[in-house]
């Protein structure tokens, strides 16, 4: 089982920007679709944003549009700028890959804190 692993979470105070990196492993072969989810506490894990394996197509949840940027490198390396930051938005953010075109999310980060205060 291959083992995403993610960095750049933190506290921050509302209105600020983090900036969330999640890399595989170098001898992981090229990945599809790349995401980030959250969890807060108490509620399910959600999807954040998702990103086509050539980077061409990018998606956003609602909650996230406009002040959420999701990309990727040819080295199987995904980011999320995260801008405009809202207490809401504290929760353990993982990132997660799928292995091929049709497969669900195959494999995940240990997951990073983000808190944000008000």
């Known amino acids: 089982q291959v083992q995403l692993l993610e960095s750049g979470g933190g506290m921050v105070q509302a209105g600020g920007s983090l900036r969330l990196t999640c890399a595989a492993p170098s001898y992981t072969s090229a990945l599809y679709r790349m995401a980030w989810f959250r969890q807060a506490p108490g509620k399910e894990r959600e999807l954040v944003a998702q990103?086509?394996?050539?980077?061409?197509?990018a998606n956003y949840e609602d909650f996230v549009a406009g002040r959420f940027t999701i990309s990727r490198d040819a080295k199987n390396t995904v980011s999320l700028q995260m801008n405009s930051l809202k207490p809401e938005d504290t929760a353990v953010y993982y990132c997660?890959?799928?292995?091929?075109?049709?497969?669900?999310?195959?494999?995940w980060g240990q997951g990073t804190q983000v808190t944000v205060s008000s």
């Open positions: 997660a890959a799928a292995i091929g075109p049709f497969s669900t999310y195959d494999y």
């Open positions: 990103i086509s394996r050539n980077a061409r197509s």
